[in-house]
Antibody
Framework: EVQLVESGGGLVQPGRSLKLSCAASGFTFSNYYMAWVRQAPTKGLEWVASITNSGGSTYYRDSVKGRFTISRDNAKSTLYLQMDSLRSEDTATYYC???????WGQGVMVTVSS | DVVLTQTPSILSATIGQSVSISCRSSQSLLDSDGNTYLYWFLQRPGQSPQRLIYLVSNLGSGVPNRFSGSGSGTDFTLKISGVEAEDLGVYYCMQATHAPDTFGAGTKLELK
């Protein structure tokens, strides 16, 4: 069974950092590009960042460029999102997704507030 | 960025009714490789999104065949032939032809 399990969310003050993890199982992780998609409370879906299957290329939405870093460890079948200089507008549920939304995790909440 | 405009924003339907959702793109989604990277998702209340349709018209694994996708270029449609109670939620289209990937604003399907 394909599973994506996010962790690492929580309440953090503006300007601080947080690192999300997504543990994958049930498929060959290294074969898929992966992405993070977020959803602010009561809002729609917003793509955040993607990474190719080898990790050689990464892509970011403009509003997180220079602050967020997506990475992966294929040996551990784990996807990461390092989030620095967090802002209140980064408050959202963050989903880990496989490929073009083939599979989604349950989501992890990140709240940026003083 | 490519803007995807979904209509309607709210759709009221009765069980068994057939409905359609439109997704219009600000640019053609036909890629140079010949594929059109347009997808449809359903997010049921309190759940993560689920992919229904990939590459415009291909049904995802385990997705009932009352769902169908069509379209080309800039105009795309998701049709549900006979709404069932489990279909209620918010539908999103997404494009991955042009970076960055973008989503439509969503269409909420509710019971009339």
């Amino acid at each position: 069974e394909v599973q994506l399990v996010e962790s690492g969310g929580g309440l953090v003050q503006p300007g601080r950092s947080l690192k999300l993890s997504c543990a994958a199982s049930g498929f060959t992780f290294s074969n898929y590009y992966m992405a993070w998609v977020r959803q602010a409370p009561t809002k729609g879906l917003e793509w955040v960042a993607s990474i190719t299957n080898s990790g050689g290329s990464t892509y970011y939405r403009d509003s997180v460029k220079g602050r967020f870093t997506i990475s992966r460890d294929n040996a551990k079948s784990t996807l990461y999102l390092q989030m620095d200089s967090l802002r209140s507008e980064d408050t959202a549920t963050y989903y880990c997704t496989r490929g073009a939304g083939i599979g989604w995790g349950q989501g992890v909440m990140v709240t940026v507030s003083s | 960025d490519v803007v995807l405009t979904q209509t309607p924003s709210i759709l009221s339907a009765t069980i068994g009714q057939s409905v359609s959702i439109s997704c219009r793109s600000s640019q053609s989604l036909l890629d140079s490789d010949g594929n059109t990277y347009l997808y449809w998702f359903l997010q049921r209340p309190g759940q993560s999104p689920q992919r229904l349709i990939y590459l415009v018209s291909n049904l995802g694994s385990g997705v009932p065949n009352r769902f169908s996708g069509s379209g080309s270029g800039t105009d795309f449609t998701l049709k549900i032939s006979g709404v069932e109670a489990e279909d209620l939620g918010v539908y999103y289209c997404m494009q991955a032809t042009h970076a960055p990937d973008t989503f439509g604003a969503g269409t909420k399907l509710e019971l009339k």
